[in-house]
């Protein structure tokens, strides 16, 4: 009971000692339950003072500093054991009983540790010039009376506007205000958080999405109150008070750090996480200590070495003491009457144990310390030849191979174990229009990559299987698969060009001989859905002069190119209708159709579906669908059953 007591005392002691020189927090400041932190929007005055001050935007991914390289390095040198001996060795070296002098012993380890040190400096410090890099790009930050101007990501504060233009990365965190779209709605690139290439689609703020100009952002203020700063990417908790009205901030409306803005002009957003406030820098830990596979090997033969030079030395100083024992004292010319402690024959114990180190440091060379100085040397010339490697440099993105360690390289190309999600994860993530079936009839004679390997596997059985047989020395020529039939297609136009996302080949449809086919208008309802069932937008490549698209995801991208190519040109998307360009037979006039979206319901995991409902020219409602076919077919059988 008496104990108790006391922590009860002691709690209510932690609770009320010092209030009165707390800063006092009111209810316009403070936090609500749930949402403690709280953020002036577009006033980064405010944040000046605690408990309002939060982190800045600067970030550092370096292992060591100014004050902590020193022993940390150390500590990290030391961790091998290799070093450890030699270490031991060297301060064996020191006392009387060494066979060499301390330099022989203390300059080879010096040389070692200080070779490795200086490289992990320098790995470090590119690391810092990487860091330094990234904090000075530069963002439009409002500054006041709706004007923008430039500043270094390093000196961004919570609650700033941010004006981040196509193709730029998101400097913090940030609320989704507007678009320079008028629907609110922007595409971000997630790669560099969750390895995804599909783009992702963020809706800004309703209540905020008509600021999409600077001027708008002149007298705009708000008050954001959200959760404390977290690692979860995928949720956020928080609410925004807007011209005197409270709006729930969803998850999809927050922009995270090191995400990329695609496809989209511009968006506008107030900044809530800072620097290692934000989700992405949460995420991040340590630089840890990176040993390979061979360095963790050869600390094992490092223990068999020294095991195999301590049974030496103990033969060698058992030997010595028996020698000393039983044969000195017959050696009249070495005067075994004057003795010390290390020659004593008639204690010949001290004189064992004495040699047994003076035979530790005179066979030490039995573990190489000259080894690892070349394996440390050869380690830092492969780390620059890797970032100097031309065949390891990606051309579409402009970005070469950066080795910021050099104590894997030789784990480089091993690969243990994949953890992927879905094969786009492995792969270039890239789709080809080669084949339809449309009202039960297929077109497209172009092979996929499946049907070469497939026929390829094919050849190479049935050959190995003709010269396991007798009788196939006669019948070489004859029992080989002819791959042309697979590879090359009747339209015999093998020297078409090469359009991205599409490589169908059938004359049937191609240049409007789809309108001789059958069942025409099943064909024209598939090319029309091919058009509208989408949520891209069309960019206009100012090389060219053609129309590219961008995604969420590949398959959308070819479905489109699919249509052009077929006639149906997709070629404008408002906030509420989608414009297509018509042009059938190919050398007949164009023909623009307007069709008014009345519903859009997006792809998910869990539908496997995308749906969109349209208003025609002709007032016609149409659903559209598009999706998985093991699911759609089901639905389409119960939506044609009579009930």
């Not at 100014?66 to 030391?78: D, R, T, V, W």
């Not at 999409?212 to 007298?219: H, I, L, R, S, T």
């Not at 090469?498 to 240049?511: P, T, V, Y």
């Not at 559209?624 to 639905?635: I, T, V």
């Amino acid at each position: 009971m008496t104990r108790g007591r006391i922590r009860a005392k002691l709690r209510r002691s932690q609770l009320y000692t010092f209030a009165c020189l707390r800063p006092h927090v009111n209810e316009t400041e403070g936090s609500v339950q749930g949402c403690p932190r709280v953020i002036y929007c577009n006033q980064p005055h405010m944040h000046k003072k605690r408990p309002l001050k939060y982190c800045t935007n600067y970030i550092s991914t370096t292992k060591y500093n100014f004050f902590s390289y020193f022993p940390k390095a150390l500590f990290e040198q030391f961790n091998r054991v290799a070093n450890i001996y030699f270490l031991i060795a060297a301060l064996l070296s020191v006392t009387p009983l060494s066979p060499f002098s301390p330099v022989s012993m203390l300059l080879p380890l010096a040389i070692v540790v200080g070779v490795s040190m200086a490289k992990e400096a320098l790995e470090d410090w590119r690391r810092f010039m990487q860091d330094k890099e990234v904090n000075a790009r530069k963002v439009s930050v409002h500054v006041g009376n709706g004007v923008f101007s430039y500043k270094p990501w390093e000196k961004i504060q919570v609650g700033d506007i941010v004006k981040v233009e196509k193709d730029q990365f998101f400097p913090a965190d940030l609320l989704f205000l507007s678009s320079s779209y008028e629907d609110g709605i922007c595409y971000v690139e997630t790669m560099n958080l969750d390895g995804e290439t599909n783009l992702k689609v963020k809706r800004a703020m309703e209540a905020t999405s008509p600021l999409n100009e600077d001027e708008a952002f002149k007298e705009f203020t708000g008050t954001v109150k959200c959760e404390n700063p977290n690692p979860s990417l995928y949720t956020f908790v928080g609410n925004i008070e807007y011209d005197r009205e409270l709006y729930a901030i969803d998850p999809s409306q927050i922009l995270l750090r090191d995400s990329k803005l695609r496809n989209t002009a511009h968006v506008y957003g107030s900044v809530i996480f800072t620097g290692h406030d934000s989700k992405v820098m949460q995420n991040a830990t340590t630089s840890p200590s990176k040993r390979s596979g061979i360095e963790k090997k050869m600390d094992k033969i490092i223990f068999i070495l020294f095991a195999i030079l301590v049974l030496i030395s103990l033969i060698s100083s058992i030997g010595f003491a028996v020698k000393i024992n039983y044969q000195t004292p017959q050696w009249w010319y070495l005067k075994p009457k004057e003795t010390d402690v290390y020659f004593n024959p008639g204690k010949p114990l001290v004189p064992g144990l004495a040699h047994l180190v003076t035979a530790l440091i005179l066979y030490g060379y039995l573990i190489p310390i000259s080894l690892y100085v070349s394996i440390e040397i050869v380690k830092f010339l492969q780390a620059i030849f890797i970032n100097q490697d031309i065949s390891m440099y990606d051309d579409e993105s402009g970005i070469p191979a950066q080795a910021r360690t050099s104590n894997l390289n030789e784990e480089l190309g091993q690969v243990d174990t994949i953890l992927s999600d879905k094969t786009g994860t492995l792969t270039c993530n890239q789709m080809d229009f080669l084949k339809c079936s449309v009202a039960g009839t297929a077109y497209g004679v172009s092979p996929s990559e499946v049907e070469l390997a497939a026929a390829k596997q094919m050849a190479i059985d049935l050959e190995e299987q003709n010269r396991e047989s007798a009788n196939a020395k006669h019948k070489n020529s004859g029992s080989e698969i002819e791959l042309e039939t697979v590879i090359t297609s009747n339209d015999g136009n093998d020297f078409k060009r090469r359009i991205k996302g599409f490589n169908f080949e059938d004359s049937r449809l191609m240049d409007g001989n789809w309108l001789k086919e059958p069942n025409v208008d099943t064909l024209l309802l598939f090319f029309r859905i091919l058009a509208i069932c989408h949520t891209a937008i069309p960019e206009l490549n100012e090389e060219t002069g053609n129309l590219t698209y961008e995604a969420e995801s590949p398959d959308e991208a070819a479905f489109l190119v699919a249509a052009r190519e077929f006639g149906f040109e997709f070629y404008r998307r408002t906030q509420s209708s989608v414009f297509i360009r018509e042009r059938y037979p190919p050398k007949g006039q164009p023909v623009e159709r307007e069709f008014k979206i009345l519903n859009l319901l997006d792809f998910t995991s869990k539908r496997k579906r995308m749906s969109v409902i349209v208003r025609d020219e002709d007032g016609q409602i149409l659903l559209l669908c598009k999706g998985a076919d093991r699911l759609a077919s089901p639905l389409l059988f119960n939506f044609l059953t009579p009930s």
